[in-house]
């Protein structure tokens, strides 16, 4: 059981470059989530996404899009890379259920120059 | 102020020392998280509250709702130990997909 798996896990841009981030969850989780971790602060909140089709902004969505085609994915899209975008990004899934736990993914660290 | 707030920022202890680490939260929340992130690794939840006190190993986390605080502790503390300890807070009501807040984590390092 793989859990959750987020792809690439190291990538550097130049600035102005575009990317996709791969998140996939083989447990069947409705929710999904991608946060970013800059050093200092805590995981910051990017964008949500409440089930197939659905997504949302959270504190931090500039310079980001989403989507969610398929139940077990959820792309972080670059659109053009800003060296303010170097951080470590995770993906985060949950089930419906008012308190279930949380299950995060290994992480993507984004150098941008 | 940050709706959750960690302390202490970093944590230095000797192999087998009791360890506590604290997490301050000023939001009304349905649960709290404590989470593990290893240098270089991704995050495990350790624990999920809601109230009182749950034990997992060496581990045990407890949550005082009334007072809007929770600790972490390990009894005999090991190097293997040695990570960032993240409290994260769910809001009291069901809105914006569960989200999480979080602190800025505890930098544990346990020397042998």
């Known amino acids: 059981n793989a859990g959750v798996t987020q792809t690439p896990k190291f990538r550097v841009l130049k600035t102005g470059q575009s990317m996709t981030l791969l998140c996939a969850q083989d447990m069947n989780h409705e929710y999904m989530y991608w946060y970013r971790q800059d050093p200092g602060m805590g995981l910051r909140l990017i964008h949500y996404s409440v089930g197939e089709g659905t997504t949302a902004k959270g504190e931090v969505p500039d310079g980001y899009n989403v989507s969610r085609l398929k139940k077990q994915n959820f792309l972080l899209g670059l659109e053009s890379a800003a060296p303010s975008q170097t951080s470590v990004y995770f993906c985060a899934s949950n089930r419906r259920a008012q308190n279930t736990e949380a299950f995060f993914g290994q992480g993507t660290r984004l150098t941008v120059v | 102020k940050n709706e959750v707030e960690q302390s202490p920022q970093n944590l230095t202890a000797q192999e087998g020392e009791f360890i506590t680490i604290n997490c301050s939260y000023s939001?009304?929340?349905?649960?709290l998280h404590w989470l593990q992130q290893h240098p270089g690794g991704g995050i495990v939840s350790l624990f999920m509250?809601?109230?009182g006190k749950k034990k997992h190993g060496r581990l045990i986390a407890t949550i005082n709702i009334q007072e809007k605080h929770s600790s972490l502790h390990i009894t005999a503390s090991h190097p293997r130990d040695s990570a960032v300890y993240i409290c994260?807070?769910?809001?009291?009501?069901?809105?914006?997909?569960?989200?999480?807040?979080f602190g800025e984590g505890t930098q544990l390092t346990v020397n042998p």
């Open positions: 509250l809601s109230s």
């Open positions: 994260a807070v769910k809001g009291g009501k069901e809105t914006s997909g569960s989200r999480l807040t």
């Open positions: 939001v009304g929340i349905s649960a």
